[in-house]
């Protein structure tokens, strides 16, 4: 499944295979299948990789990290109307305006017959300089011919499209093309010459590609069923996956002069989180005599809510009127592997909650197992300055502060720091953070 399908084509994907009579066991996302047939797991030391996956209809673009055991995507791009069918309509616009004809004015026949000649003629053109074939057109047989450099120059607007998903990637996972280890090629439209030349152009290195593009994410699937069913002659190791798209609630904005403006996104899972995750924001009424708050629940990355794709809603009673500063809410997202979203408000005043599941297969889990998955998840519904750890590393750097008259402002410094990098509630920045002020503090202890 491409990794940037959103949670309705997942869903599509999923009962397609059911239909099919397939026992879906679980989606595999195409970069991690695409890493498992390319062995990259085996790898000694693992590192980072980047999938350029382009097939018939779709791209997709993931950073894959794999170590220890555990393969991990940081980061999802990609263009879901952007494919192998696209530059073969370059080359049909081409054979129209060469020949003088309306493809939309040809015999179903012959209009079938176009498009499997000119896409053999697409793929002649990965080995060959310059390919000739022979069209009917309107019960007349004319001959039409392209080289690869006319079809290069014809098709630059779809290889510029190529490089927005690419840099997203990048920039999601906060890496640069230096940081990458090997860049894998996977798709049948990777064949052509064009699409690698302008990878290997974007990322500065030559891709693998030794496995038939066609084959990869099929191969890989079939190593990953393998690792499901424990098979002996495979080493277990971990996928993770990432959610492919922000998901948030609506909110207003004050402007310089005060005025609000509703209706604008507030990001709480922001995309390319390693799943599962909870995340929570704290929402305040608009108005002192506000007396409900309502939670419009969207997916997508458009700042203004309702440009994005919206899965449900949640309506909440305040507590009686009074002060807004008072009277706010606290929203938390929890979201796993499963597709299974649940959204939890909390109100302040009151300590009531409220609960919406948003479910990827509507009816597929009862509500016990809804439940049990929810029940697994509870441990990640901690706010970070809750945790055991953080709090442990905030008293040491307090302690420190009171034995130590020289570092006094430097450790305080430390402390605000730690507490805005916790507020984030991104654990992976918060590890790394934690890490250096440990290290920073037994600097401290050694003086």
Same mark, same amino acid.
């Given at each position: 499944?491409?990794?940037?399908?959103?949670?309705?084509?997942?869903?599509?994907?999923?009962?397609?295979?059911?239909?099919?009579?397939?026992?879906?066991?679980?989606?595999?996302?195409?970069?991690?299948?695409?890493?498992?047939?390319?062995?990259?797991?085996?790898?000694?030391?693992?590192?980072?990789?980047?999938?350029?996956?382009?097939?018939?209809?779709?791209?997709?673009?993931?950073?894959?990290?794999?170590?220890?055991?555990?393969?991990?995507?940081?980061?999802?791009?990609?263009?879901?109307?952007?494919?192998?069918?696209?530059?073969?309509?370059?080359?049909?616009?081409?054979?129209?305006?060469?020949?003088?004809?309306?493809?939309?004015?040809?015999?179903?026949?012959?209009?079938?017959?176009?498009?499997?000649?000119?896409?053999? &003629?697409?793929?002649?053109?990965?080995?060959?300089?310059?390919?000739?074939?022979?069209?009917?057109?309107?019960?007349?047989?004319?001959?039409?011919?392209?080289d690869e450099p006319t079809f290069a120059s014809?098709?630059?607007?779809?290889?510029?499209?190529?490089?927005?998903?690419l840099e997203r990637a990048l920039r999601d996972?906060?890496?640069?093309?230096?940081?990458?280890?090997?860049?894998?090629?996977?798709?049948?439209?990777?064949?052509?010459?064009?699409?690698?030349?302008?990878?290997?152009?974007?990322?500065?290195?030559?891709?693998?590609?030794?496995?038939?593009?066609?084959?990869?994410i099929a191969l890989g699937a079939a190593v990953?069923?393998?690792?499901?069913?424990?098979?002996?002659?495979?080493?277990?190791?971990?996928?993770?996956?990432?959610?492919?798209?922000?998901?948030?609630?609506?909110?207003?904005?004050?402007?310089?002069?005060?005025?609000?403006?509703?209706?604008?996104?507030?990001?709480?899972?922001?995309?390319?989180?390693?799943?599962?995750?909870?995340?929570?924001?704290?929402?305040?009424?608009?108005?002192?005599?506000?007396?409900?708050?309502?939670?419009?629940?969207?997916?997508?990355?458009?700042?203004?809510?309702?440009?994005?794709?919206?899965?449900?809603? &949640?309506?909440?009673?305040?507590?009686?009127?009074?002060?807004?500063?008072?009277?706010?809410?606290?929203?938390?997202?929890?979201?796993?592997?499963?597709?299974?979203?649940?959204?939890?408000?909390?109100?302040?005043?009151?300590?009531?909650?409220?609960?919406?599941?948003?479910?990827?297969?509507?009816?597929?889990?009862?509500?016990?197992?809804?439940?049990?998955?929810?029940?697994?998840?509870?441990?990640?519904?901690?706010?970070?300055?809750?945790?055991?750890?953080?709090?442990?590393?905030?008293?040491?750097?307090?302690? &420190?502060?009171?034995?130590?008259?020289?570092?006094?402002?430097?450790?305080?410094?430390?402390?605000?720091?730690?507490?805005?990098?916790?507020?984030?509630?991104?654990?992976?920045?918060?590890?790394?953070?934690?890490?250096?002020?440990?290290?920073?503090?037994?600097?401290?202890?050694?003086?």
């Amino acid at each position: 499944m491409p990794a940037y399908f959103s949670d309705a084509q997942r869903t599509a994907t999923r009962v397609a295979g059911e239909l099919a009579g397939i026992k879906v066991e679980r989606l595999i996302n195409e970069p991690t299948a695409a890493a498992l047939a390319y062995g990259l797991q085996a790898r000694e030391g693992g590192g980072r990789f980047l999938v350029f996956d382009l097939g018939g209809g779709t791209l997709d673009v993931s950073i894959i990290e794999i170590f220890e055991g555990v393969v991990e995507v940081h980061a999802s791009a990609g263009d879901n109307y952007l494919g192998g069918e696209d530059f073969l309509q370059v080359i049909v616009d081409a054979a129209a305006r060469t020949l003088g004809f309306d493809p939309s004015a040809l015999a179903v026949g012959e209009r079938a017959q176009l498009l499997r000649r000119l896409e053999a &003629l697409k793929i002649a053109l990965t080995g060959q300089r310059e390919v000739a074939t022979d069209l009917t057109i309107n019960g007349e047989s004319r001959r039409f011919s392209m080289d690869e450099p006319t079809f290069a120059s014809l098709a630059e607007p779809l290889v510029l499209r190529l490089r927005q998903p690419l840099e997203r990637a990048l920039r999601d996972a906060n890496i640069r093309p230096d940081d990458l280890n090997e860049v894998v090629l996977v798709g049948g439209a990777t064949r052509m010459p064009l699409v690698s030349r302008a990878v290997s152009r974007l990322t500065g290195r030559l891709p693998l590609r030794h496995i038939d593009p066609d084959r990869a994410i099929a191969l890989g699937a079939a190593v990953a069923a393998g690792m499901k069913a424990r098979d002996a002659k495979l080493e277990e190791i971990i996928l993770t996956d990432v959610c492919p798209y922000t998901l948030g609630t609506d909110v207003a904005k004050r402007d310089q002069n005060g005025t609000a403006h509703l209706g604008f996104l507030l990001p709480i899972i922001n995309r390319n989180s390693t799943v599962p995750i909870s995340r929570e924001e704290t929402i305040w009424p608009l108005t002192d005599d506000q007396t409900q708050l309502a939670f419009n629940i969207y997916q997508g990355e458009h700042p203004i809510a309702d440009k994005n794709v919206k899965l449900g809603e &949640l309506t909440v009673d305040l507590a009686r009127p009074g002060p807004r500063q008072e009277r706010g809410a606290t929203i938390r997202f929890t979201y796993d592997v499963n597709g299974i979203l649940q959204v939890e408000v909390t109100v302040a005043k009151t300590g009531k909650r409220h609960e919406l599941i948003l479910e990827q297969r509507p009816g597929v889990l009862t509500k016990a197992e809804i439940a049990e998955r929810l029940a697994a998840l509870a441990s990640l519904k901690v706010h970070p300055r809750g945790k055991q750890e953080n709090l442990a590393m905030i008293a040491r750097a307090e302690r &420190l502060y009171e034995e130590q008259l020289d570092h006094r402002e430097r450790l305080q410094a430390m402390i605000v720091e730690f507490r805005s990098v916790l507020e984030s509630q991104d654990e992976r920045v918060i590890a790394r953070t934690r890490q250096q002020l440990a290290e920073a503090l037994d600097g401290i202890e050694r003086a």
